[in-house]
């Protein structure tokens, strides 16, 4: 639309120009980050993004598989944020660790969270043989 018809619809809506304001999204031109394993949480009490006991054990649980720490990058999204979250990341595998969030492509996986199997030892069977899949990508 040209500038001169933007300018009548918005006179004829009664809307002064200075309100209609046409700004590039600085996100669609921003590259994106690369990374072996994409870990993604929802709003969590006992989140990994932060340092402490939970991340301490995400990290040991990576760790198993033969990921580094600098091989992970960790997310905490709304459900209704993760498709943008996604597109943010160059990810190799991507881990979505809650039940809320649920796997589109093959390389992502769900497991449990890390704050979940430290309170039920009976999840870490579960967790790691999602664990396995995901090393299995990388080879």
């Given at each position: 639309m040209?500038?001169?018809?933007?300018?009548?619809?918005?006179?004829?809506?009664?809307?002064?120009?200075?309100?209609?304001?046409?700004?590039?999204?600085?996100?669609?031109?921003?590259?994106?980050?690369?990374?072996?394993?994409?870990?993604?949480?929802?709003k969590?009490?006992?989140?990994?993004?932060?340092?402490?006991?939970?991340?301490?054990?995400?990290f040991?649980?990576?760790?198993?598989?033969?990921?580094?720490?600098?091989?992970?990058?960790?997310?905490?999204?709304?459900?209704?944020?993760?498709?943008?979250?996604?597109?943010q990341?160059?990810?190799?595998?991507?881990?979505?660790?809650?039940?809320?969030?649920k796997?589109?492509?093959?390389?992502?996986?769900?497991?449990?969270?890390?704050?979940?199997v430290?309170?039920?030892k009976?999840?870490?069977?579960?967790?790691?043989?999602?664990?396995?899949?995901?090393?299995?990508?990388?080879?």
């Open positions: 040209n500038a001169s018809l933007r300018s009548h619809y918005l006179e004829a809506l009664g809307i002064p120009e200075f309100l209609h304001i046409q700004v590039k999204i600085q996100s669609l031109n921003r590259p994106k980050i690369d990374t072996q394993c994409l870990v993604i949480e929802t969590n009490l006992h989140s990994f993004c932060q340092i402490g006991k939970t991340q301490n054990f995400l040991k649980m990576l760790g198993a598989i033969g990921l580094e720490k600098s091989d992970i990058k960790c997310v905490s999204t709304n459900i209704d944020d993760l498709n943008q979250t996604l597109k990341y160059n990810a190799k595998t991507v881990l979505l660790m809650s039940a809320d969030l796997p589109s492509l093959m390389q992502h996986f769900v497991a449990h969270h890390p704050s979940e430290l309170t039920n009976q999840l870490k069977r579960e967790t790691w043989e999602v664990l396995k899949k995901v090393k299995r990508c990388f080879k």
